[in-house]
């Protein structure tokens, strides 16, 4: 009984996770579009009534310069002086969000802009069986802090201190990992051939 609550709470605090930053990302999206809508009012007005794709022009106008901010936001966020302040306002404010710096991570490392060396992917040993874990870092020589994901949804999961004999290095890339656990262990036989 235990456990089925537990992956009932689990997976709702994932599945909550999960949908938060995409209401956020559209709350934005749409705030800044009726903003960007204020100028292209007047200036759509002296362009035809056309619409493309059942989308009208000042709409498309709208769009495109939502993405050209975007575009010049990412340009500017590469700056040395952006970066700074981008790493001030994560040390200071956002490390303390349970779990976000374990999610950028894991969100840069999927759309390709982690620079750094992705979580070093392993086996940890919970109760009678092995899970995908990812090697958080090295107490001493026997205990290491490793992260353990839930699956469907990897960005909620535990956090365990293992000694040696209960964990695995396993060949396989943090992203092979992750697209396992979204699909509840489909394609594992293959990543795990040669470990288990």
């Known amino acids: 009984m235990k456990s089925i609550l537990r992956i009932i709470r689990t997976t709702l605090v994932g599945g909550i996770l999960f949908l938060v930053p995409i209401a956020v990302l559209l709350i934005l999206i749409e705030k800044a579009y009726h903003i960007v809508e204020k100028v292209t009012i007047p200036l759509s007005s002296h362009l035809p009534k056309v619409k493309i794709l059942g989308l009208a022009l000042q709409e498309i106008i709208g769009l495109l310069i939502i993405i050209v901010i975007c575009f010049l936001a990412g340009i500017v966020a590469r700056t040395k002086l952006a970066k700074?302040?981008?790493?001030?306002?994560?040390d200071k404010i956002l490390s303390l969000i349970p779990g976000y710096s374990f999610m950028k991570g894991i969100n840069e490392n999927?759309?390709?802009?982690?620079?750094?060396?992705?979580?070093?992917?392993?086996?940890?040993?919970?109760?009678?069986?092995?899970?995908?874990a990812f090697l958080i870092e090295q107490i001493n020589e026997n205990h290491f802090t490793v992260f353990v994901p839930d699956a469907p949804n990897p960005m909620s999961g535990g956090v365990y201190f293992m000694e040696k004999d209960h964990i695995k290095d396993v060949p396989i890339s943090q992203k092979e990992a992750l697209q396992c656990i979204r699909k509840l262990g489909f394609g594992s036989s293959a990543l795990l051939k040669d470990v288990l």
């Open 84 to 90: 700074n302040l981008i790493t001030k306002l994560e």
């Open 110 to 132: 999927i759309f390709g802009v982690n620079d750094e060396e992705n979580l070093k992917v392993i086996l940890a040993r919970v109760d009678d069986g092995w899970q995908f």
